[in-house]
């Protein structure tokens, strides 16, 4: 029996498309009677194409996704298959590319979850889909304790993760929190200040030489570690919490780091403006294994090595575009219109918990910055230091039906609040940083949608949406256009 830890199922929809099927289930349980022409076989005929006999995949292997195609490089050269990464450390068949899959920009996506819901099943009855590692009640679920018991109760079950490709996270409020949970609305009927539902994306895990903040809340984070050790520790506690395994050792810590800092992946290609390292460009992965950084590079008090002021001219990946000549020269011109755009653009920031509230700021009602004010890495478009922000995205006003509501009060002035997830406050307990999350990098947006922490935005057109709305940006349709076309460059 073989068990394979991604496959490229593209052929099997007709178009080039990679799907995951989940790493726990053996691909011989996909079939009624395995043979020539079944699912089997096309899957064995697929990995054989593009894992050599040592089980690795090459370097720059397109992956297709709705504006173009994708891709990852190694620094090693080529991605191993037999790192415990792929493997199962657990007790529930999870393994570290349950969540973090090549082919949906090493994150997950609800188009290759709903696939790998129909292809991982155990046995041949339509209502035994459903069935692969990544469906676990435990997080998988919108609540712990979901019917699972047929194929409808477990798509009403994993709607969350189906829908929008978010894990459920379950945390208690901090005994020592500056407030208290008053009041529940969960659409599960599970959550308490016990436990806190709070649904957010799997961050991906290649580009993360850029990372500066290990987990969306920030609950890695230890003051003077590096984001390689703080990494070591998540990795080990994923596996106990996500998988239900036994903390790692020390040298499988370091395998699955080092093999999650040797990763770039980017978009590559470009339905209108083609290959997007042509031309003087930079775009695609294999520049960003050269990219400088380090915490504090280019931070917005200033270079924390060299001392120089902030840049907020972050990227420069399309600079030749500006003046592209030939067959895609419109498409390429309006990327670099885009960058521009991303980069200079004025916007007036307001009511930005991080930003607006904080001492060191002097406590502005409002500043003028860029994206980039926010988005400072040169090239990666993350924050260069630990700074999280609460920009809006679960304030009472955004919740969707699906989504819990908490209502939170200050202990010491009685003020009350309701968000769908208090974010860093749930690890600090102060009442300032309740709904701050760190921002994401921003190299191979299009291979992985939807956006922000929580899904909010199903694609980059709601995302600048968001912005164009929450910070009056006034964009007119041109420079829109021209900002969604370098979004998805990256």
């Known amino acids: ?32 009677e395995p043979g020539e022409g079944s699912t089997t076989a096309a899957l064995d005929a697929l990995v ?30 080529y991605i191993d298959l037999d790192n415990e990464f792929f493997q199962s450390l657990g007790a529930n068949g999870r393994r570290c590319v349950s969540c973090h899959v090549p082919t949906s920009g090493w994150t997950v996506t609800p188009r290759d979850l709903r696939a790998a819901f129909v292809l991982t099943r155990g046995g041949t009855r339509d209502d035994e889909f459903g069935l692969g590692a990544v469906f676990r009640t435990l997080d998988g679920a919108n609540s712990p304790n979901a019917d699972i018991s047929t194929m409808a109760s477990r798509r009403r079950a994993y709607s969350m993760l189906l829908g929008r ?10 005994a020592n929190a500056e407030f208290e949970l008053i009041d529940v609305d969960d659409p599960y009927q599970f959550a308490s200040a016990a436990e806190l539902s709070l649904f957010r994306r799997p961050l991906p895990v290649a580009n993360l030489k850029f990372d500066s903040t290990v987990m969306w809340d920030g609950r890695e984070v230890v003051a003077g570690a590096t984001v390689a050790s703080e990494l070591a520790t998540q990795s080990s506690d994923a596996v106990m919490l996500h998988a239900q395994g036994k903390p790692l050792s020390p040298a499988q810590r370091k395998s699955i780091v080092d093999f999650e800092l040797a990763l770039a992946g980017a978009q590559v290609y470009d339905t209108r403006a083609g290959l997007l390292d042509l031309g003087g460009a930079r775009g695609g992965p294999s520049a960003i294994l050269g990219e400088p950084f380090y915490i504090g590079i280019n931070d917005n ?12 001219v972050v990227f ?21 219109r885009g960058q521009d755009i991303f980069n200079t653009r004025p916007i007036k920031i307001f009511g930005v918990s991080g930003i607006n509230d904080e001492a060191v700021f002097g406590k502005p009602d409002s500043i003028v910055g860029s994206c980039t004010t926010c988005h400072d890495t040169p ?5 260069s230091i630990v700074a999280p922000l609460n920009i809006g995205l679960v304030d009472a006003s955004r919740r969707t039906p699906d989504m819990p509501l908490y209502t939170l009060r200050n202990k010491a002035t009685g003020e009350t609040v309701q968000v769908t997830d208090p974010g860093r406050a749930m690890i600090d307990g102060k009442w300032s940083h309740i709904g701050r ?13 939807p956006y922000f922490h929580n899904g909010f935005a199903a694609d980059l057109n709601e995302v600048i949406d968001f912005y164009q709305t929450r910070f009056d940006l006034g964009l007119t349709a041109g420079e829109r256009a021209d900002l969604l076309a370098f979004l998805r460059s990256l």
């Not at 593209?10 to 011989?28: E, K, W």
């Not at 194409?49 to 490089?73: K, M």
């Open 379 to 383: 090239n990666g478009g993350n924050h």
């Open 437 to 449: 999350f760190k921002g994401p990098m921003l190299r191979n947006l299009a291979a992985r949608a």
């Open 316 to 336: 420069d990946l399309f600079d030749a575009w500006s003046s592209a000549q030939g067959a895609n020269r419109e498409a390429r011109r309006a990327v670099a």
């Open 1 to 32: 029996m073989k068990t394979y830890a991604v496959v490229f199922v593209g052929a099997l929809f007709g178009q080039a498309i990679g799907c995951a099927v989940d790493p726990g289930v053996d691909p011989g349980a996909l079939d009624d």
């Open 48 to 77: 054989a194409r593009h894992a050599d006999a040592h089980r690795r995949l090459p370097n720059r292997l397109p992956i297709f996704n709705e504006t173009g195609a994708s891709t990852t490089v190694s620094a090693q050269g």
């Open 165 to 174: 490709g978010l894990i459920r996270i379950g945390l208690p409020v901090p």
């Open 301 to 312: 008090f200033g270079d924390s090595k060299t001392g120089a002021p902030f840049d907020p």
